[in-house]
């Protein structure tokens, strides 16, 4: 089957063009979505979702590239995006574990930095961290408990 009678087929939502497509693509998409984001299960999970992709917006492709040149780019935005979605996911628990929910005055909760993530802080400086900024970081921190 040519690339052309895949997107024809495909975009008529034949369901031989569309096993076609899976058979003969699927262990590329899984194993290019596996190299940018390392873990297998999401791969196959992200496979799936490329391919109903794939689908859904084939009648969009405009064979100005190759027909696999196509899906190779949608499996690189899709895993871009669950890269970036995973590093929004840790960026906010690194601050969770930064912070520390506590129960203050009145029963009322508040945020303050654990003890664990306090210490390194309240040592003494190394010679990077200009003196000025240091007295700074180390005031505010100070006085949060």
């Not at 058979?23 to 496979?47: C, H, M, P, W």
């Not at 669950?82 to 203050?104: D, L, P, V, W, Y």
């Not at 003890?115 to 100070?142: A, D, G, M, Y």
């Amino acid at each position: 089957m040519t690339d052309r009678e895949l997107i024809e087929g495909v975009s008529r939502r034949d369901k031989a063009a569309i096993n076609y497509l899976v058979n003969n693509y699927q262990k590329r998409v899984i194993k290019t979505a596996y190299y940018f984001i390392g873990n297998l299960e999401d791969a196959e999970d992200l496979s799936q979702e490329i391919f109903i992709e794939i689908i859904k917006s084939i009648s969009s492709f405009r064979c100005t590239s190759s027909l696999s040149t196509w899906i190779y780019r949608i499996i690189i935005n899709r895993s871009i995006n669950i890269i970036r979605k995973n590093n929004r996911r840790n960026i906010f628990s690194n601050i969770e574990h930064f912070f520390q929910i506590t129960s203050g005055p009145d029963d009322k909760t508040r945020m303050e930095p654990s003890e664990k993530t306090r210490q390194p802080f309240l040592k003494k400086p190394e010679r990077s961290i200009p003196i000025h900024l240091w007295r700074h970081v180390s005031s505010n921190i100070l006085r949060m408990t």
